[in-house]
């Protein structure tokens, strides 16, 4: 914000908070350590607020302000479905992450975050890793997705793979009868962290795995482990395929390549898929195409950083990451009921354990 904020400026602030009923936005600045960021509590009706720390250098900083307002939203509905005690929370700081980054921005931002007295609790996001987290670590308790040795969950992508596992064999069960995904083809499109550890399950399972990735050296290593086939990325949306799992990016599913999709599931890791969520929630269900929503199945991240908040236990947290299988079949329970696309009826659930504890607590 610049520094005399007229009330046109703080009113457009407001206005965007009401929107989507976030209880408190935070702004911070440091100009001697270089940091300019934005905290974004949605709802703690759950908890305290939880979510991770983007950096980027936004052209604006009206920008970042709808970023991590529409991020922090997203927060809320993934912990509310993953079953989880905590709400949803996002931070954005506006700086270039590999030009800017340096001790003194990162414990000013440690010092923000703790001024709010654990109402949010940070952890990484894009252009922030452990090292960051570290020097965050330094001035805050209220931060998680620390690296084993200082009693973190380390890498939680073995556990996003798993819950992506769980929502595919669930979204089959669904489709087929038989949560067995033997014999499938199924494409992971972007072999990262999370895409390697979710191609490990399918091979393991018999599927007839395709990956793709835009790094050819990526391709590589994990053609040559796994001994499974790659296709070029411009050749994903017209290859026969019966799921198609995005561990990329976000909006891979619209208008454009549902016209050319023959899959009859989508299910993957990346965040945000549907480029338009209504429009492309009503064709996925026109196309007959099974959507996994992308919130429910990519819990695993999250869900690793809650156990790190309680005490950390991987097996415990893959356990909960396993819950996705079932939450996933009530989920299309619902949206055959009601006939609404599934991204509707993952939001229709989150919303009502938030309203169901949300009642509890008010009796205390
Ligand atoms: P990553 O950066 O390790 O992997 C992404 C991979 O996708 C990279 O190998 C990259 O080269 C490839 N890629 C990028 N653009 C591509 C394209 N157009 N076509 C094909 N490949 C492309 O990221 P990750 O941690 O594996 O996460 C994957 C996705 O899942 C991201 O969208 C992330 O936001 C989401 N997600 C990750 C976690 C987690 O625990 N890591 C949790 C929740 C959601």
Wanted: net charge negative; proline share 2%; glycine share 10%.
């Amino acid at each position: 914000m610049s520094q005399n904020v007229n009330s046109a400026e703080m009113s457009a602030v407001t206005e965007k908070m009401a929107l989507h009923n976030h209880e408190q936005v935070v702004f911070s600045q440091d100009n001697a350590a270089g940091l300019k960021s934005i905290i974004a509590i949605h709802n703690t009706t759950l908890g305290p607020a939880v979510g991770g720390t983007r950096m980027w250098l936004y052209s604006s900083e009206a920008d970042a302000l709808t970023d991590v307002l529409r991020l922090s939203r997203g927060m809320t509905y993934k912990s509310a479905l993953a079953g989880l005690n905590i709400g949803g929370g996002k931070a954005v700081i506006i700086a270039d992450s590999r030009n800017d980054k340096n001790e003194a921005l990162m414990r000013s931002f440690g010092k923000f975050v703790d001024g709010l007295g654990g109402r949010y609790i940070t952890a990484e996001d894009v252009g922030i890793g452990t090292r960051d987290m570290e020097y965050v670590k330094m001035e805050t308790d209220h931060v998680v997705g620390l690296p084993d040795y200082m009693g973190g969950g380390g890498d939680p992508s073995p556990v996003t793979a798993y819950g992506v596992y769980m929502g595919m064999k669930a979204s089959m069960k669904e489709l087929s009868g038989s949560d067995s995904l033997a014999g499938k083809t199924i494409l992971v499109q972007g072999v990262g962290h999370v895409g390697e550890y979710l191609v490990d399950y399918l091979v393991k399972e018999n599927a007839n795995v395709l990956i793709t990735d835009i790094h050819e050296d990526r391709v590589k290593e994990v053609v040559s482990k796994y001994g499974v086939k790659s296709i070029l990325p411009n050749e994903v949306y017209s290859t026969k395929m019966d799921i198609y799992s995005p561990c990329a990016l976000g909006a891979t599913v619209n208008a454009e390549t549902l016209n050319q999709l023959t899959c009859s599931i989508i299910c993957g890791a990346a965040n945000n898929q549907l480029a338009a969520e209504e429009e492309d929630g009503k064709r996925l269900l026109e196309k007959g195409i099974l959507y996994a929503p992308d919130y429910l199945v990519n819990a695993g991240g999250i869900i690793n950083c809650y156990w790190e908040i309680i005490g950390y236990n991987r097996s415990a947290s893959l356990s909960q990451a396993e819950e996705i299988y079932n939450t996933t079949r009530k989920i299309y329970a619902l949206s055959k009921e009601q006939n609404i696309p599934t991204y509707l009826a993952a939001n229709q659930l989150a919303e009502q354990r938030i309203a169901a504890i949300g009642n509890i607590k008010k009796r205390y």
